[in-house]
Every structure is written in structure tokens, then in C-alpha cells.
């Protein structure tokens, strides 16, 4: 994969380098055992094993990330919490149990969300400022989540994906960090996930199955283009580090599918083995710093663009 990623921006916006590594804090093998099979298990340890993988890594290179952490992740081991907090990682939330938000009614969003917020902020004692929407699930259906996230005191966001996808995206959205003034009279700053236009469409190029899938020389192209305008936003989960097998139960639940919907699955394994081996060479080029201190930077230099909404 050789072709040079491309894109087109209305500006130059970002004076500064920094870009953001952010990590949805996630047990795969619960999360595929509810969305696939119907199936309730509570999170498993891998969850802990593959953050420690991040944590090591990211403190052997002395990198602090954004780790959105989901409300049910945090009740069962509130220890992986306060390690992560530990390290002076930014904790943002991603939801309670990932549903969502078209699933959800406004009244149950916000529930839903508080209930992490708190759990994770009564954790820490400290407090939090970003959301990420389970799945990049705010759309332009699903809009209204924007009130609710910033009247439940949030400074950010970071679910909108400014690409049409299969199952989330949101064409047309602005790519910079905007600052949205919303009709409930809050205001909320959206960090949208990093995109680039490749091969007529445009998809987001630096995080989760496109990390895994491409090669390293590909997202290096990406980021030397995207961090000319702006931060790149990344974005992974703790599963796509997990070269180990699933459990028994997993693989039994599967062989119950039928072969068309079987074949996908295979996607969320491959690659596995190569992700930390990237992670450690973008750490090694690029500069990061959690997401609210490039809001910090951003609003220092008094370039974030305000947009009613
Ligand atoms: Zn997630």
C-alpha cells in the first residue's frame, strides 16, 4: 500500500504538533459475547492484561494518552482505574455497559452516562472531562446526545467520526476541534476522530481496524498529512493488543453462527500482533499529550472555531 493519503482542509488552524492517542477501555470478549450472542457475561481480566501492555508502553516512552473507560469496566475493577489514573493518563468516559445512543432514549443516555461519570470520578477523585460515545455512535440522528453530554459537565466530546461508515459516521462534520454552541445554552468542544480522503472515500485512517490492517507506512503518510492542519486524533482498544485466544465459551457460541456471519468475525483478529509494534513507532516520531491539554493549547492560542449548532 504505497499510495500517498490525501486531503483536503480549509485552513491552517493548528499552530502546535501535539496529537492524542485515545483508548476505549473495553473487555472484547464480553462485549462480543452481549453483541453477538445475546449472551451476559461480566468483563473478563484480559481487559486488565492488554491496559497493562498500553500502560508499560506508553510510561517506557514516558507518553500520556486519553483512556475513555466504560462505567461497567470501572465497577468490576476499579484497581485499573486508579492504575491507569495513576500514570497521569487523562480518564475520560465511554458510556456505561456500550450501548449506543440510538438505542437509548435522551432520558437513558443520560443516566446511562452520569452513572460512569460519577462512578469513575468517585474512583479517581478527580474530576472528568470527556465523553466518548459507545461505537462513534453520535450521528446526525443522534445529535441530541451533544446537549445531554454537555449538560452533565463534560468540556468535550470525541465521538463524532466525520466519514460515512457502515455503522457510524457523520458525513460533512467538521474535521478541526470546534467549540459548538448548543441550543440548551451549554457549550461543548468536539474533537472529531482524524480522517483522510484515500481512494475516493474517506475514512478514519489512524485507529482500530485501520491501524490493524494497514501498514505502518501507510498511517505514518496519514499522520505527516493530517498533523500539518491538526492534532491527529488516534484511537484504539485494548483488544486489538490481544494475540491470545478467546475462550472456549467464545469459539463454542460461534460454531452456532452461520458461515456469512462467521467470515467477519475473523477481521476482528487479524493484525493483532502488530499494533503495539506501531503504536511504538508513531510514539517514537510523533508528540503526544492527552486530549484536554490540547484543548489547553487550543484555547491558549485562542484557535478553536465557534459554530451555534
Ligand atoms: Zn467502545
Partial sequence: MNSAPSECTRDN?????????????EDGVNILMRDLFNIEIPPTTRVIDNVNI???????????????????????????VR????????????????????????????????????????????????????????MRNTSWALEVISDLGFKYDSSIVPAKASRYGWPGFDKEILRL????????????????NFMGKTIPACGGGYLRYFPYSFTRKAFLTITKRRPV???????????????????????TM??????????????????????????????????IEIIDDLEKNSVIHVRSF
Avoid: W
Avoid at 54 to 80: C, Q, Y
Avoid at 88 to 101: A, K, P
Avoid at 107 to 133: H, P
Fill in 13 to 25: 488552524m493548528y499552530p502546535l504538533t501535539y496529537s492524542a492517542l485515545s483508548i476505549d477501555v
Fill in 54 to 80: 498500553l500502560l508499560d508502553l506508553f510510561n517506557e516512552n514516558k507518553v500520556r494518552a486519553t483512556f475513555f473507560i466504560l462505567g461497567e469496566i470501572a465497577s468490576t475493577f476499579p484497581s485499573l
Fill in 83 to 138: 492504575s491507569i489514573a495513576s500514570y497521569r493518563h487523562e480518564l475520560g468516559v465511554h458510556g456505561y455497559n456500550h450501548d449506543q445512543i440510538h438505542k437509548l432514549t435522551p432520558e437513558q443516555a443520560r443516566g446511562n452516562i452520569y452513572k460512569a461519570k460519577a462512578l469513575i470520578e468517585d474512583i479517581t477523585g478527580e474530576k472528568v472531562y470527556g465523553f466518548r460515545a459507545p461505537a462513534f455512535s453520535i
Fill in 181 to 196: 454552541e448548543l441550543k440548551n445554552g451549554c457549550t461543548l468542544i468536539e474533537v472529531p476522530l482524524s480522517v483522510i
Fill in 233 to 255: 486524533i488516534v484511537y484504539l482498544h485494548p483488544y486489538e493488543l490481544d494475540k491470545g485466544k478467546y475462550p472456549d465459551y467464545f469459539y463454542d457460541a460461534k460454531a
Fill in 258 to 291: 452461520s458461515l456469512s456471519r462467521r467470515i467477519p468475525l475473523s477481521f476482528y483478529r487479524l493484525n493483532k500482533g502488530t499494533v503495539k509494534r506501531k503504536l511504538e513507532l508513531l510514539i517514537n516520531e510523533f508528540p503526544f499529550k492527552p486530549i
